[in-house]
């Protein structure tokens, strides 16, 4: 099938044994700013890409001979800047697999379709691939060279979960990286996490949780791939006390606006968010050194308005970050976040919550450390409905807390 000029956002390829559900959805996403091809099997699908530009596949979960995971996993291996999402009717289904398959697919769409609902999102996701692809980060990010891998302990950590291995088994896989055993004990009894202390890796793992432990192995990746000089370090202390401080924050403030706990798989959201930062950090030190002699000049400003007053829109923090998270074939809720933490008001509409929450969290947060240990904040410009003064003052007591046990344990500035 050729491909049809009109339909300039890219190519959806839907992977069902079902005819009515190929049929369906190429009749009500017929007029969709997107090409649409099918296919009846995982083997027929994976012939297409041979000859067919695919941006995302859509595979159901129940199909006879390959499954849509197995399907998914070949196309992992063959084709990886593919995005992978997996349709399914049965919820209880839905949720095994997204305890499984983190690594593996990037968002789930659950049946039946609401086709309105699935064009709008389907055209968010290309809109963010075409974003993500522009002239001026391209030539960015070639200035990188070879763009940051994944170690082989974080692949094995995902494989291990995908395989539904226990904490136990993930200790002794852990055990054979001293320097990653012994910061993983370390966050667990940090403020952010500890309520009793251990010395037990496996409890550690249980205390953390898959999903943060995946997102701090990232980031101890990162420190630990790169060499980073003193001041870098130091930056580094500080990237990782104020993500710990805003996830938590996140958390807090979820649970507060929306009366209900954060979903198991979003507790660590806030960890990565920023990651972009990192990135400037190691591969255009002077860049962030501009940021940051700027910031110290504009206290008031951001780090994203920084960038901007530079010269740096469209090549942010925000822009490497999220590029690299879906490079890395993370979800595409902390795609959207890392993207725009900054303007939540321009999210997929389903993450828009979720992005304004951060935001906000990243705001206070960003108040709070410039204030430290100033007892003394402006709490008017941070109160807005549902939260209310009470709260948000035991929230900043909570958060200066944290901070000074931080700066207890490490004697690492805050600002």
């Known amino acids: 099938m050729g491909t049809d000029s ?159 291995l226990s904490a136990r088994d993930l200790a002794s896989l852990f055990e054979k990286d001293a320097a990653v055993t012994a910061n993983i004990i370390h966050i667990a009894n940090s403020a952010f996490y500890g309520r009793s202390k251990t010395n037990s890796l496996e409890r550690a793992i249980i205390t953390l949780g898959f999903h943060s432990i995946q997102s701090i192995l990232l980031i101890l990746s990162m420190k630990n791939t790169f060499d980073w000089d003193e001041r870098q370090e130091q930056y580094l202390q500080q990237f990782f006390l104020r993500v710990s401080l805003v996830n938590f924050c996140f958390l807090e403030l979820h649970k507060q606006i929306f009366d209900r706990s954060l979903d198991r798989l979003d507790t660590s959201l806030g960890l990565l968010y920023d990651i972009g930062k990192v990135i400037i950090l190691q591969c255009f030190p002077d860049r962030y050194q501009e940021i940051a002699v700027y910031k110290q000049n504009h206290p008031d400003q951001s780090f994203y308005e920084a960038e901007i007053a530079l010269g740096y829109e469209g090549v942010t923090h925000n822009e490497l970050g999220a590029y690299l998270l879906r490079w890395w074939n993370f979800s595409d809720k902390i795609v959207e976040l890392a993207l725009y933490h900054h303007t939540p008001e321009i999210a997929y509409e389903g993450y828009r919550p979720s992005t304004r929450v951060l935001a906000y969290a990243d705001a206070l947060v960003t108040h709070l450390l410039n204030l430290y240990p100033n007892p003394d904040i402006d709490f008017d410009s941070f109160i807005r409905d549902p939260i209310d003064q009470q709260d948000l003052e035991y929230l900043t007591y909570l958060v200066y807390q944290k901070i000074k046990q931080h700066q207890d344990s490490t004697q690492v500035p805050v600002n």
């Not at 839907?14 to 009846?40: C, G, H, M, P, W």
């Open 6 to 164: 009109t339909k300039s956002l890219g190519t959806i390829l839907f992977v069902d044994d079902k005819d009515l559900i190929l049929e369906s959805a190429k009749r009500y996403l017929a007029n969709a700013a997107f090409q649409i091809v099918t296919a009846r099997s995982g083997h027929e699908a994976l012939k297409m890409f041979n000859h067919q530009t695919i941006d995302i596949v859509i595979a159901d979960y129940k199909m006879p001979d390959m499954n849509g995971l197995e399907f998914l996993e070949i196309v992992r291996e063959r084709f990886p800047s593919v995005r992978r999402s997996i349709g399914t009717g049965y919820m209880d289904e839905l949720k095994s697999i997204q305890t499984i398959s983190d690594n593996l697919v990037s968002n789930y769409f659950k049946k039946p379709w609401d086709y309105t609902a699935l064009q709008q999102e389907l055209e968010h996701l290309l809109e963010i691939k075409k974003q993500l692809e522009n002239d001026q980060l391209m030539e960015t990010l070639g200035e990188i060279g070879i763009l940051p891998t994944l170690p082989d302990i974080y692949n094995e950590f995902i494989q291990a979960v995908e395989e539904g």
